[in-house]
């Protein structure tokens, strides 16, 4: 069964500050994707990646793939307020004939003026 | 264009009822996939529909039941809710098994 994990869980940074958020996943995937959620609302899609060494950058967000260590990153570049949400990681499941997505734990991300 | 739709946007049930979901699909997307976000977690897939046929089920009870209509809406069914099924019901849609667009939800409480 796959399995995702994201670390940490709780994130408190002061604005200005740079951070990274990391996503690992058990199981072979071909797409990883992140998504952004704030409080009572549904989910942003942020970026999809799709191959090995993938890199997208969104303003102050970078995520990236290295599908050998099973592992992506949420990089956060001198965050601002406008951050503050909750960053969920989630990977497709290949082969499984359809597009069933299993979501890490989420990392609530806190900035502090 | 319009995004996913859900309706109700709100639900208050008591336990033992039962629920129904609607959620409309971007125009063009065939697919549509329900998932469960039960408070301080991440979404959990629930069922996925492509063309009108169920492609995945989620580790969910058999009092969940979902189907998809002609025009590629779907519903979502709960039977005997309890406590535990309060929880955002999250709808998605996709064109063909690719990347889904998510609704805003349906926040459910069961008393």
């Known amino acids: 069964e796959l399995k995702v994990e994201q670390n940490p869980l709780f994130l408190s940074m002061q604005e200005g500050k740079n951070y990274t958020i990391y996503c690992n996943y058990s199981?072979?995937?071909?797409?990883l994707y992140w998504y952004r959620q704030d409080p009572g609302k549904s989910l942003e899609s942020l970026f999809v990646?799709?191959?090995?060494?993938a890199v997208k950058q969104e303003g102050r967000l970078m995520a990236s793939l290295d599908t050998k260590a099973r592992l992506s990153t949420l990089h956060i570049t001198a965050a601002v307020h406008d951050l503050s949400a909750t960053y969920f990681c989630?990977?497709?499941?290949?082969?499984?004939?359809?597009?069933?997505?299993?979501f890490g734990t989420g990392t609530r991300l806190t900035i502090i003026p | 264009d319009a995004g996913v739709t859900q309706s109700p946007t709100h639900l208050i049930k008591t336990r033992g009822q039962h629920v129904t979901l609607r959620c409309s699909p971007i125009?063009?997307?065939?697919?549509v996939s329900w998932y469960q976000q039960v408070l301080g977690q991440g979404p959990q897939f629930i069922f996925q529909?492509?063309?009108?046929?169920?492609?995945g089920r989620g580790n969910f009870p058999d009092r969940f039941s979902a189907r998809q209509f002609p025009n590629y809406s779907s519903e979502l069914n709960v039977n005997a809710l309890l406590l535990g099924d309060s929880a955002l019901y999250l709808c998605?849609?996709?064109?063909?098994?690719?990347?889904?667009?998510f609704g805003p939800g349906t926040r459910l409480t069961v008393l």
């Open positions: 998605a849609s996709s064109f063909g098994l690719s990347e889904q667009f």
């Open positions: 199981t072979t995937s071909d797409r």
């Open positions: 990646l799709l191959s090995n060494g």
């Open positions: 989630a990977v497709n499941q290949p082969n499984f004939g359809n597009e069933k997505l299993t």
């Open positions: 125009s063009g997307h065939k697919s």
């Open positions: 529909y492509y063309e009108k046929e169920e492609r």
